[in-house]
């Protein structure tokens, strides 16, 4: 039995992780965002991001972990650099989860401390970390649909 036999089931695993992942960030600017502009009080941000912080960041290091054996049964990994190629898009989604790990892990450095004093300051640097992070978290199906479709 070869890798191929597997792909369906990586691809389930990796969509059910991207779905945790970037579905957490939505449900984040949805509910817990909003609740945080309206009140002044970072509390529902920082409520939801003590729960959701180890199941989300699990499903994105499997969601990565599946995307790599993916992106190498699909196009050999010499080709991942060609930006703007369909294979191109690979190295772009892995520029793009670099740059959401750097931001992440600022933000759960220097921003959740920040978040757990409260005040004005907080309640600003969560609104744009979760929209950032919303944002490039989004990039990720949307690259990932390129692939699949060698647009």
């Known amino acids: 039995m070869d890798l191929w036999s597997f792909y369906p089931v990586l691809v389930l695993i990796h969509v059910l992780a991207a779905t945790m992942w970037v579905g957490a960030h939505l449900i984040l600017v949805t509910g817990p965002l909003v609740k945080t502009i309206k009140s002044n009080d970072v509390r529902p941000t920082l409520e939801f991001y003590s729960a959701f912080i180890w199941p989300a960041t699990i499903a994105l290091i499997i969601g990565a972990l599946t995307g790599v054996i993916l992106a190498q049964m699909k196009y050999p990994p010499n080709s991942w650099l060609e930006f703007g190629e369909p294979s191109g898009r690979i190295g772009e989604k892995m520029a793009l989860f670099m ?10 450095m220097k921003v959740i ?16 970390y979760g929209l950032v992070a919303t944002i490039l978290s989004l990039g990720f199906p949307v690259l990932g649909i390129m692939i699949r479709f060698e647009w």
Not at 99 to 108: K, N, P, Q
Not at 114 to 127: D, F, N, S, W, Y
């Open 113 to 128: 401390p920040i978040m757990r004093t409260g005040g004005e300051r907080a309640v600003k640097l969560t609104v744009i």
């Open 99 to 108: 740059i959401l790990i750097l931001v992440s892990g600022y933000a759960h």
